[in-house]
């Protein structure tokens, strides 16, 4: 019981201590943009006041003493003794990777190293030896309850025993009836016991869970005596949540069949049940979907950070925007889109953003401002990076191309100024003049548009000479239930994600015709790529004459098929290790017929030059 008691404690304070530091990280790069922010200089103080407590009740002594350095510093700059400078701040954010570290060493049940003398020197306000924190106290019954002797024998190790006619200590404030110490009521336990910003004698208790302590209820303020609030949260395990969102999804497909179904056998008894299942069914899929949306606002956290650093690095002045942080994201897209932004902000910083002095010159701000926004369209996210720097110059990218053997001369001409910025997503693409850790050997683009289409998304570049660029990408509001266009090859059916479906339609006599030894259609102005994916299929059949026009990664391609059946919501299941590494093929449905369907994988579908992949047939 003990044991199970520790790790629940331990697993709490990781989970809260660690949202505390993940926000710890944009804070401190807003504080040293404005270091006169008085409530944003509380709030990190708040922090690292926080995450002392909980590391103090859970005997991690290095963490304690890291926290209470970087708050003695934070504390004399609220008093208005100290301003943060530069170095400062190097030293605060030091101290937040180091913490990060620790974090990871105890979620790892590894032990934790002393934090190095010179970082806790580079903390102090003033030039003074470094405080060692004295050993900690003992820590409280396994029952988590500190009773009175308890309570007081933990002062007697801090203070020592008060004999007779000695000075008592700073009274305490008082905690509530229901015996609760709550963050507020914690942070005034340790003002009071060590006062504001004061070298600790010892490490106090604190508790990122409750810690209940006995008090008479007389002794308390009538103010005080009420009883706690309700609970109106519970942390739930993210695998618990995604077998919710799997029977959800199982439902929808049930659902999908009885509609099928009571569509054909025409009861209308059946048909009225089928519509309220329909309905709930919606309704669930609707809670279950919430259930896993974070605020997009957790996934940018991290990058003022970056930018900060990354500016630094480059001798740059840069502001960075953060826009549209409320908007809700599906979980498992938050990791998913960090290293593709990572990528994004740097390309900006690197090739966008000019030098200071190129900026004044050009009569614009020394500082570049790089916007990073976030925004719901329907059921898709919107995320744009740009930035008010030099924009990109069709003809520099055309040059660059053919010199790095990505298009040849001929085709460079006939490039449209869109086209010739969606270069810089080719494979091996870079503007850059020197190779370096930053930029140069073109591959982070590239990972860029593999990594958005795998996830069903769209890129878009829009850029102004002289002005700036943007980049736009487009991901599916969640991944749980997929939408796709339902279609027909031959006898086959197929599943294109619907994120990806731009229009379709039907081709006309003399419409399609050859371009370059490519099958392409004149639409809408434009020659369309086609692929034929009854030769993908393995299929006998002529080719189809509808066409479904996809936008994968930074390419239109035109999908011959023989029939479009319409749009439908599906789960996807894997197919198993016979189907692995089998290209265009993410797994497949259940259609409300009964029927089964491939779910295409449209990045896996084409090559960069728009040509089919090995067909399916070659698997055997």
């Not at 209308?268 to 089928?274: C, G, K, P, R, W």
Request: with cysteine; aromatic share 2%.
């Amino acid at each position: 019981m003990n044991a199970e008691f520790d790790r629940e404690l331990r697993q709490d304070f990781l989970v809260e201590a660690g949202e505390l530091l993940q926000r710890l990280g944009e804070q401190l790069v807003g504080l040293e943009t404005t270091p006169g922010d008085r409530e944003l200089l509380n709030a990190v103080f708040r922090a690292f006041h926080t995450v002392k407590g909980g590391a103090g009740f859970l005997a991690l002594e290095p963490m304690v003493l890291l926290c209470h350095h970087a708050e003695d510093l934070l504390n004399e700059a609220r008093n208005g003794a100290v301003v943060l400078g530069a170095g400062h701040m190097d030293a605060l954010l030091e101290a937040l990777d180091l913490l990060n570290d620790m974090m990871a060493a105890v979620s790892a049940d590894a032990p934790l190293a002393m934090p190095p003398a010179a970082l806790l020197q580079s903390l102090l306000p003033r030039i003074a030896p470094v405080v060692v924190a004295a050993p900690l106290p003992s820590m409280p019954a396994a029952d988590g309850v500190i009773d009175d002797s308890e309570f007081e024998a933990l002062l007697d190790s801090m203070y020592g025993t008060s004999a007779p006619g000695t000075a008592e200590p700073a009274a305490l404030p008082t905690a509530s009836v229901a015996a609760t110490i709550e963050d507020d009521e914690f942070e005034a336990l340790l003002d009071a016991l060590h006062g504001n910003g004061g070298p600790p004698a010892a490490v106090v208790v604190a508790s990122s869970a409750t810690v209940p302590v006995a008090v008479e209820p007389a002794s308390l303020p009538a103010a005080a005596r009420h009883a706690a609030p309700a609970e109106n949260t519970v942390r739930v395990d993210t695998s618990r949540l995604d077998t919710l969102v799997n029977h959800a999804g199982e439902l929808v497909l049930v659902r999908n069949r009885l509609l099928s179904l009571a569509t054909r056998i025409g009861s209308e008894a059946l048909l009225n049940a089928a519509g309220e299942l329909d309905r709930v069914t919606d309704e669930l899929q609707t809670a279950v979907m919430g259930m896993r949306m974070q605020p997009v606002g957790r996934l940018f956290q991290r990058f003022p950070r970056i930018v900060r650093d990354l500016a630094r690095q480059l001798g740059k002045e840069v502001e960075l925007v953060l826009e549209g942080e409320g908007t809700d994201l599906d979980r498992s897209l938050v990791e998913a889109l960090a290293d593709p932004l990572i990528h994004l902000l740097r390309n900006a910083l690197d090739h966008g953003v000019e030098m200071p002095d190129v900026r004044e010159l050009a009569g614009k701000p020394r500082k570049g401002r790089v916007c990073l926004s976030a925004s719901q369209r329907g059921e898709r996210i919107v995320i744009a990076v740009s930035d008010d720097g030099r924009g990109m110059d069709p003809d520099v990218l055309r040059r660059k191309a053919v010199e790095k053997g990505v298009i040849d001369a001929v085709q460079a001409p006939r490039l449209t100024e869109m086209e010739c910025y969606e270069l810089i997503f080719r494979p091996g693409f870079s503007t850059a003049a020197t190779v370096s850790d930053i930029s140069g050997r073109g591959v982070g683009m590239d990972v860029v548009k593999t990594r958005v289409a795998e996830l069903g998304g769209t890129l878009q570049v829009r850029s102004a000479l002289g002005h700036g660029s943007e980049l736009e990408l487009t991901v599916p509001l969640t991944l749980a239930v997929l939408r796709v266009l339902m279609v027909r090859v031959e006898a086959r059916l197929l599943a294109l994600p619907l994120s990806n479906v731009e229009e379709v339609f039907e081709l006309s006599d003399g419409q399609d015709g050859l371009l370059d030894g490519r099958l392409v259609a004149q639409h809408r102005g434009r020659a369309l790529p086609l692929v034929n994916l009854v030769d993908w299929a393995g299929a006998t059949a002529t080719a189809g004459r509808h066409v479904a026009v996809l936008h994968i990664g930074h390419q239109r391609l035109g999908c011959l098929v023989h029939e479009v059946l319409g749009r439908e919501d599906v789960i996807v299941k894997p197919l198993g290790p016979l189907f692995n590494g089998v290209p265009g093929v993410a797994g497949a449905t259940v259609t409300g017929d009964g029927r089964l369907a491939l779910v295409m994988d449209l990045a896996g579908l084409a090559d960069d030059a728009g040509h089919l992949l090995t067909p399916l047939q070659s698997t055997g």
